[in-house]
């Protein structure tokens, strides 16, 4: 059992083009939520801690399973046990563990990307920091921030890795590693529970299926509600976010032959109302630049005045993701020589809507 904070989404700022709005989304550290997490796991428990062997580190941050000390790169490794206890549940709470690590929602979740080692993105269309789960590119900029449910690590890799990984990884990669089936019967689940209406499950098994293959499954469901309340509605909050996702694989037994097989496919949803934010126009800039004849400044300097309410649309549709993927990889021992094959699938979609104009409706996006 263990307890853990969830980390408030940052101030942010956007300039708008013609009117210059700057808009502000918050969350103020004393409305940080607390949450109580419970893990229950059904494995096997070795006789002793003596008898228990030395385990080596191993990743694929070069796409091939080595040992961690002989890959010549910069890797942070965030072990599986520390994501499913509540440590990490997004890359926002992740990059606290990875120095050199930020991420920013950019609205609610959305629009946002990674930045590592100083190297910003060129453009909301272009990544520095490429994402990748079980080996596939999450090429949707408003689903980059996946559920990690049910993973063996993470893998932060610093550094270009175009080499192996494409143009998008300038500045160096995150990689999801899922948790393969296991030879045994292994049955895992956790529990949510915290203030502002926190709550969740999850729960993963793993297992022999015939004398050929094995399996896992996965799910998780979580909600949670915004820290904020809708002025303009009262009793509505603003940022609320549910979340679903669902992995499974089928692959192999182990000792099954020269040629192995691992089939694993994700899904994933999430939902969000309206983040709390606020306006300030151009009368309130007092610094940067200056308009010779609006006389009006570029930019606004110092502690944005945070209102005590916020007040936005109550109408608005809620904002929703999905992503699907699935991913064959097939390798084939030759002794000599290993033959790796890799295929996948993705498929992405995202409606996300503004409250811009002070409609009902919003804007689309």
């Known amino acids: 059992m263990g307890y853990a904070t969830r980390a408030p989404f940052p101030c942010e700022r956007q300039q708008s083009g013609a009117d210059r709005m700057l808009r502000a989304q918050f969350l103020p550290a004393r409305f940080r939520p607390l949450s109580l997490a419970l893990v229950v796991a059904a494995v096997p428990v070795p006789a002793s801690a ?23 790169l910069a890797v942070d490794l965030i072990p599986g046990n520390v994501v499913a206890t509540g440590g990490i549940d997004g890359l926002q709470s992740l990059a606290a563990h990875v120095p050199g690590l ?23 269309a272009g990544d ?7 080996g596939v590119y999450q090429a949707n900029r408003d689903a980059i921030d996946v559920e990690p449910l049910d993973l063996d690590r993470i893998e932060v890799v610093r550094g270009p890795q175009s080499a192996l990984f494409g143009h998008s990884t300038f500045a160096g990669l ?20 915290g203030t502002h209406n926190l709550r969740g499950v999850s729960g993963a098994i793993s297992g022999p299926i015939n004398d050929e293959f094995k399996g896992r499954l996965a799910a998780s469901w979580r909600q ?14 603003l940022g609320n976010a549910r979340d679903l996702a669902i992995a499974g694989t089928i692959a192999t037994r182990d000792g099954s032959g020269s040629l192995s097989m691992r089939l694993s496919g994700r899904h994933g949803e999430s939902r969000a109302n309206q983040p709390a934010f606020f306006t300030l126009d151009y009368r309130s800039y007092n610094c940067g630049a200056r308009d010779a004849t609006s006389g009006a ?23 929703r993701t999905h992503s699907d993927q699935l991913a064959l990889h097939l390798a084939l021992d030759l002794e000599a020589i290993e033959l790796l094959s890799e295929s996948s699938i993705y498929g992405a979609a995202s409606s996300i809507y503004r409250d811009l104009d002070g409609s009902p409706q919003g804007d689309l996006y």
Request: negative net charge; contains cysteine.
């Open 174 to 193: 995150i990689s999801y590693v899922p948790a393969g089936p296991t030879e045994t019967l292994q049955v895992k689940g956790a529990a949510d529970a």
């Open 224 to 237: 949670a509600d915004g820290t904020w309340e809708n002025a303009a509605a009262p009793g509505q909050h």
């Open 102 to 124: 930020s991420f920013e929602a950019a609205w609610g979740g959305w629009n946002s990307f990674p930045v590592l080692r100083g190297q910003n993105q060129p453009s909301v």
């Open 297 to 319: 400044w570029s930019y606004f300097c110092g502690a944005a005045p945070i209102p005590a309410q916020v007040a936005v649309s109550p109408d608005l549709p809620d904002s």
């Open 128 to 134: 520095n920091v490429g994402m990748f789960v079980d």
């Open 50 to 72: 003596a008898e228990e062997p030395v385990q080596e580190i191993v990743v694929t941050a070069r796409r091939i399973d080595e040992r961690m000390a002989d890959v010549p």
